[in-house]
């Protein structure tokens, strides 16, 4: 998997795409992230991150359900903890082409799909999880690309596979009534 960036230093910045403070180092924990980014104080943070921990809850899941961040801003520190790019969906703008190169279905169930094609050789891939390494194989597999990850908020990937299928089946009906009308004009 490439993990580059996707502009040379000094180039122009990528609308909807941030990039990490650092790629490499030592995995942080991602209560000491979201302190660092200011998304909530330290206190509060190692509280709720005990409280989950004795009721068995993950700990993302705990620090949105206590309202410290919502899945965005757990998103962002999820990435800037695994030295990847952040990718705002609502401000990044999706190469469609690339987002086709998986069904629907394989997006929704891995929660991770093809933004842009990064050359020839790459794919920018948005994903909920950059944990699951089995899920970017696949892709990598499936498309014949290598990819790299960026990370977004569950939602926002649900949202895109949700415009992404409506669009698709709108062009399928386009298509169907393309071809109910040539068979009308033929008799």
Do not use: C, W
């Amino acid at each position: 998997m490439s993990e580059s960036p996707a502009a040379p230093a000094g180039a122009f910045p990528v609308p909807g795409l941030r990039p990490p403070t650092q790629r490499t180092g030592a995995k942080r924990r991602i209560g000491d992230v979201i302190v660092q980014l200011g998304f909530a104080e330290r206190e509060l943070v190692e509280k709720v991150v005990e409280e989950g921990r004795a009721n068995g809850i993950p700990l993302g899941q705990s620090l949105i359900d206590a309202g410290i961040v919502d899945s965005n801003e757990l998103a962002q520190a999820l990435a800037e903890r695994n030295g990847l790019d952040y990718v705002d969906l609502n401000s990044f703008e999706v190469d469609q082409g690339a987002a086709n190169l998986i069904d629907a279905a394989k997006a929704r169930r891995y929660q991770t799909i093809p933004i842009s094609f990064l050359g020839e050789q790459t794919v920018l891939v948005a994903t909920a999880d950059p944990a699951n390494v089995l899920a970017l194989d696949d892709i990598a597999m499936a498309t014949g690309y290598e990819v790299r990850r960026a990370v977004a908020s569950p939602e926002d990937i649900d949202a895109l596979i949700g415009q992404l299928s409506h669009l698709g089946e709108s062009v399928e009906e386009l298509s169907e009534a393309d071809v109910e009308a040539e068979v009308i004009e033929l008799r």
